[in-house]
């Protein structure tokens, strides 16, 4: 059975491939499997449809068979778990791998979604301003941390693994703020992860359907 | 080989069980697995041998004969994966309770650490008072999609899962805020993680190395 996956009907980030979906298609990419997309809109996420699949109302979700997932994490460690290809066989060398998904979601994006928080949520707020560099410099520590770890490595533990797609796909979140490229060891890093074969995929994927839906606009 | 934890050496929270290494403890006394803990100061969580452990300055790390971990959510799932106990033995309902693991640590604890953001590190900023409502706010929100979800059900996922044991470490967080009050699902649910036994060993094992340490200062 063809997994279907959730995206948004209109991307926010007009095809950049910042939103959550992108991490599942890159490892469903990576691993090889087909799957479909079911596109929802801003309203429709709230509607109880939707949030019987995901409880916060975001997307993407995940569907296969009788199981039906959120949170993108769990959805590239289920696929991991199922598929060689994402994670070590060797069970120590898997845990760390595992490690470094966390890692992204938990220590890294956070301060990231920060920034979002920033300039979008807050960006007419008397205190935007003076805030701002604040908010970055939480970014520069995590960034210096994560450099200093990876140092002349071109993964974070070995080959690639269901961890570098994950910080990967963090990173470039960051990319629209210039921090990134504060730290070449990243921006390189981030590159390697663009110039997979199973990225462009998905990113060419996305991208085609926000050039749908504008075109259709 | 008994397992290695890492404690604050200086609790900041003031023995109540909030540092990430009860989540661990708590993991520990469900599988009934023996364990001792390291307790590092906050200058010795930022040098070189520590960072080795912990490339961003933290704690808990876990250590056991070959494998060393950082990430609370990794240390908790390679437990539950190694041991019966925490994780359901059907593929998909292990893969729905791996999903609260990830909505924990990164749909719900995210908002709850902006509002120590907001509160103590930019609790001098001249923003500090007319902010705090919208970063409280943004907790509401989640507390009350979760709350929905939970309904009258007594855990996440069926039986007691590392699904619960993370979520309820993570609304602890909140409880000095006021906001879990608001929400009396959500404020039961949490009564019920902490009337278990092994949340109760794990409690005092952690209060007493604060106890011991404020004894002897």
Same mark, same amino acid.
């Not at 791998?97 to 938990?106: E, P």
């Given at each position: 059975?063809?997994?279907?996956?959730?995206?948004?009907?209109?991307?926010?980030?007009?095809?950049?491939?910042?939103?959550?979906?992108?991490?599942?298609?890159?490892?469903?990419?990576?691993?090889?499997?087909?799957?479909?997309?079911?596109?929802?809109?801003?309203?429709?996420?709230?509607?109880?449809?939707?949030?019987?699949?995901?409880?916060?109302?975001?997307?993407?979700?995940?569907?296969?068979?009788?199981?039906?997932?959120?949170?993108?994490?769990?959805?590239?460690?289920?696929?991991?778990?199922?598929?060689?290809?994402?994670?070590?066989?060797?069970?120590?060398?898997?845990?760390? +791998?595992? @490690?470094?998904?966390? $890692? /992204?979601?938990?220590?890294?994006?956070?301060?990231? %979604?920060?920034? #979002? &928080? !920033?300039?979008?949520?807050?960006?007419?707020?008397?205190?935007?301003?003076?805030?701002?560099?604040?908010?970055?410099?939480?970014?520069?520590?995590?960034?210096?941390?994560?450099?200093?770890?990876?140092?002349?490595?071109?993964?974070?533990?070995?080959?690639?693994?269901?961890?570098?797609?994950?910080?990967?796909?963090?990173?470039?979140?960051?990319?629209?703020?210039?921090?990134?490229?504060?730290?070449?060891?990243?921006?390189?890093?981030? +590159?390697? @992860?663009?110039?997979? $074969? /199973?990225?462009?995929?998905?990113?060419?994927?996305? %991208?085609?359907? #926000? &050039? !749908?839906?504008?075109?259709?606009?």
């Amino acid at each position: 059975m063809t997994p279907i996956l959730t995206g948004f009907a209109q991307s926010p980030d007009r095809g950049r491939g910042l939103a959550r979906d992108m991490r599942v298609r890159w490892a469903l990419e990576e691993l090889g499997l087909p799957y479909e997309v079911r596109l929802v809109s801003f309203a429709e996420m709230k509607e109880p449809a939707h949030l019987a699949l995901h409880p916060f109302g975001q997307i993407p979700t995940y569907q296969e068979g009788g199981l039906a997932l959120f949170e993108s994490g769990a959805i590239l460690l289920h696929l991991a778990g199922q598929h060689a290809g994402l994670l070590p066989t060797d069970p120590l060398a898997r845990a760390r +791998a595992v @490690g470094w998904v966390f $890692a /992204a979601l938990n220590t890294i994006e956070p301060p990231i %979604l920060d920034l #979002f &928080t !920033a300039r979008v949520l807050e960006g007419d707020k008397p205190w935007a301003a003076e805030r701002l560099p604040l908010v970055q410099d939480r970014i520069r520590t995590r960034f210096g941390q994560l450099s200093a770890r990876l140092g002349a490595a071109e993964w974070l533990e070995g080959d690639f693994t269901a961890g570098d797609l994950m910080m990967v796909s963090v990173l470039l979140r960051a990319r629209s703020s210039g921090l990134l490229e504060e730290f070449p060891t990243l921006a390189a890093y981030v +590159a390697r @992860g663009e110039a997979r $074969a /199973a990225y462009q995929r998905a990113f060419a994927a996305q %991208l085609a359907v #926000f &050039t !749908a839906l504008s075109d259709g606009s």
